[in-house]
């Protein structure tokens, strides 16, 4: 131990830290703390941290976050080349490269979605395996891992086979996947990514008991169970034995696959209402919502799912009065303005307006709206949004649209939902214009910028303002002809605003003394005429509460996307979706 102790002090140390992402959420506090403590003692040795979840809390003073990149095309070919040359070493052109890979990669180059799988390398091993199988790929995720891990459950390696096999021998590739489900379940509901082989043995020798023939003395089930754990672990890969006695899936995505079919094999029972409302309950936690797309794509109708996910949702915020005020005035905002859109997307986009003003707007959208509500209106809105030059003209925006994403027929792109996203735009860069801000950007962001310069400190200042001025370029752009006094108000500040970047070394000094006092009325004129700029004040606690609802809402509707749901459940979802508890709540 002092060996290694003074390795890490020398700087001579790598380690490696692989999963955070699988840590329990009762230890992330305190894995955390350790990690930060343990790599400012050691800041001179390597410390190298691994996620999956690309999560903003999992963030470190002092390190670089990099993203490990996906397989490029040349990397799919190559790894697919060996794959298949050492499966079918016959298999080969006169080059010697496999004719069965180069199948392969065409079926890919035909099937665009199943190619951006492809770029998973754990993904790509599931596609091998199941071109390998039927020379086809399967149309969705689920059904890919549905496919290839059937392949793999099937595959039994006959000289390999355990000396007490006849048990495992009667268990069907259906009747594994229940016995994994069990298993997955069990410990994912305690978030238990590892767990001890006696957990795993007592879930297996509790299905295997009922099986025809199974031995009923408790020594010799324990001894199957053991036999069929072994089993499992060398003949499949999916569990894996990470330390003596202990145990987890081999990757996190078996786990969470396992445990989806085990919800869908529950629900399938004659208490499948109650079994959907007890998963139901899970759609807040993070770490549950890979289980919740894949149980939305492989379940026979989702319609009682669906049903029991909204009622979960919106018991999160039922008795908050302060969330209920926001929730019901973007209810009221989006009854106010004529769209073309469902209403649940302009509820969608207000409530996204004033979650979290840091945030892009256009990220909020493309997340929501894209998943599945609208999506011509999702391309419409995502374009205006990010697309400054066509911002303003409609029948421009609507070509550009055409070209990135195909005819869209019967669009109307429209001007209110422009006019109040540039002005909470101008309002939100105006509120950030400020000292503090553009220091911590900088900090954040590692950049050695010297504010004591005042000549530079004099051309950022500019520059924001300058943003603000086009934001309210764009709101004025957007009015109409019965604006006029809203026109008025938006020219005056602007006026003032734009008379004042003239003199840059002046600016600075007057936004100092004159902004707050601009910045108030730019929120006036916003609350008065378009109902939007209002201050809502919460908790840390509330603010972590409408978290869980926003991103469950997110959930609900990427699952809406890939179920199988009556249309009549699917109506009701979308209206009653981003609702306040009683219509009728007071300001």
Excluded at 56 to 65: D, P
Excluded at 446 to 467: C, G, H, P, W
């Amino acid at each position: 131990m002092a060996q290694v102790k003074q390795i890490l002090i020398q700087g001579r140390g790598l380690v490696l830290l692989d999963g955070l992402d699988e840590v329990l959420e009762k230890d992330q506090d305190r894995i955390l703390k350790e990690i930060r403590e343990f790599s400012q003692h050691y800041d001179r040795s390597h410390v190298i941290i691994t996620c999956r979840i690309a999560a903003k809390e999992y963030v470190f003073e002092q390190f670089t976050e990099v993203e490990m990149a996906n397989f490029d095309a040349e990397q799919i070919q190559s790894f697919a080349d060996k794959w298949f040359r050492a499966k079918e070493p016959k298999q080969v052109d006169k080059s010697g490269k496999s004719t069965v890979a180069q199948l392969f990669w065409q079926a890919l180059e035909e099937q665009k979605p199943i190619k951006e799988l492809a770029a998973n390398p754990l993904l790509l091993t599931l596609l091998c395996l199941e071109f390998e199988e039927s020379s086809e790929f399967p149309q969705s995720r689920a059904e890919l891992y549905e496919r290839g891990l059937n392949i793999l459950l099937s595959k039994w390696d006959g000289q390999r086979r355990i000396k007490r096999g006849e048990i495992y021998k009667r268990l069907s590739t259906k009747r594994k996947e229940i016995l994994l489900g069990h298993l997955a379940m069990h410990t994912f509901e305690r978030g238990e990514y590892f767990f001890p082989a006696h957990v795993a043995e007592k879930q297996i020798g509790q299905y295997i008991q009922n099986l025809p023939d199974a031995s009923t003395d408790p020594e010799a089930l324990l001894v199957d169970s053991h036999a069929v754990l072994k089993a499992i672990e060398s003949q499949h890969g999916l569990l894996t034995e990470r330390a003596v006695g202990i145990y987890s899936f081999s990757h996190l995505t078996f786990h969470e696959y396992f445990a989806a079919k085990n919800v869908i094999e529950t629900s399938a029972s004659d208490a499948h209402r109650e079994a959907l409302r007890l998963f139901a309950g899970h759609v807040a936690e993070k770490r549950w919502r890979e289980i919740f797309l894949l149980v939305a794509e492989r379940i026979e109708s989702a319609d009682h799912l669906l049903i029991a996910i909204l009622k979960q949702i919106n018991s999160l915020v039922v008795v908050d009065n302060e969330i209920q005020r926001l929730i019901g005035w973007a209810y009221r905002k989006s009854n106010s303005v004529e769209v073309a859109y469902k209403p649940v997307v302009a509820r969608a986009f207000y409530l996204a307006q004033n979650f979290d003003r840091t945030q892009k707007l256009a990220s909020a959208l493309n997340h929501y709206l894209g998943s599945a509500l609208d999506y011509n209106v999702a391309c419409g809105l995502i374009q205006l949004l990010n697309d400054k030059e066509t911002i303003n003209i409609t029948g421009n925006l609507i070509s550009t649209i055409n070209k990135k994403f195909g005819s869209v027929e019967k669009i109307t792109l429209d001007r209110e939902i422009a006019l109040d996203s540039a002005l909470d735009g101008a309002l939100h860069s105006a509120l950030t214009l400020n000292d503090s801000s553009f220091s911590n950007k900088a900090n954040t962001r590692s950049l050695k910028i010297d504010f004591s310069d005042s000549k530079f400190r004099n051309e950022i200042f500019v520059t924001q303002a300058r943003v603000i001025d086009s934001r309210l370029k764009d709101a004025l752009a957007n009015t109409f002809n019965a604006d006029e006094e809203l026109r008025q108000e938006l020219d005056f500040l602007r006026e003032r605003l734009r008379y004042q970047i003239q003199d840059k070394t002046q600016f600075e000094r007057w936004w100092k003394t004159k902004g707050k006092d601009w910045r108030e009325k730019l929120k006036t004129t916003m609350v008065n005429y378009r109902d939007i700029g209002h201050e809502w004040q919460f908790s840390s606690e509330q603010v972590g509460k409408l978290s869980q609802y926003y991103n469950a809402n997110l959930l609900l509707a990427a699952c809406l996307k890939r179920a199988y749901v009556s249309n009549e459940v699917r109506q009701q979802i979308e209206n009653e979706m981003l609702m306040p508890s009683s219509v009728g709540v007071n300001e």
